[in-house]
């Protein structure tokens, strides 16, 4: 059974730094890839970043790049993102998804972690 764990949201002032963490158990995504996606209320889920599962090809939505990171360390079974200088607008809750393909597109994401929340505010 796949399972996506998301860890490392939390509360944070405008200009600080957040590190988020998916442990994926019950099978390798090195063949395929992982994404964050963040969702608001009343929005549609939105893809943060993506990574293939070697590491090799990345994309940033355009909001977050320069500030967020996202990378795999597939001996650890962990994606992280790391948020640097976070603003408001990046409140949000952040969802952990694997694909056997490379997309970003949220119907095509094959397993979910449950979400960890972000808060920005002063």
């Known amino acids: 059974q796949v399972q996506l764990v998301e860890s490392g949201g939390g509360s944070v002032q405008p200009g600080g730094s957040l590190r988020l963490s998916c442990f994926a158990s019950?099978?390798?995504?090195?063949?395929?890839?992982m994404a964050w996606f963040r969702q608001v209320p009343g929005k549609a889920r939105e893809c943060v970043a993506r990574?293939?599962?070697?590491?090799?090809?990345?994309y940033y939505t355009d909001s977050v790049k320069d500030r967020f990171t996202i990378s795999i360390n597939n001996a650890a079974s962990t994606t992280y993102l790391q948020m640097n200088n976070l603003k408001p607008e990046d409140a949000a809750e952040y969802f952990c998804a694997a694909s056997r393909i490379g997309t970003t597109n949220p119907r095509a994401m094959d397993y979910w972690g449950k979400g960890t929340r972000v808060t920005v505010s002063s």
């Open positions: 990574i293939s599962g070697i590491g090799t090809r990345i």
């Open positions: 019950g099978r390798s995504f090195a063949d395929g890839s």
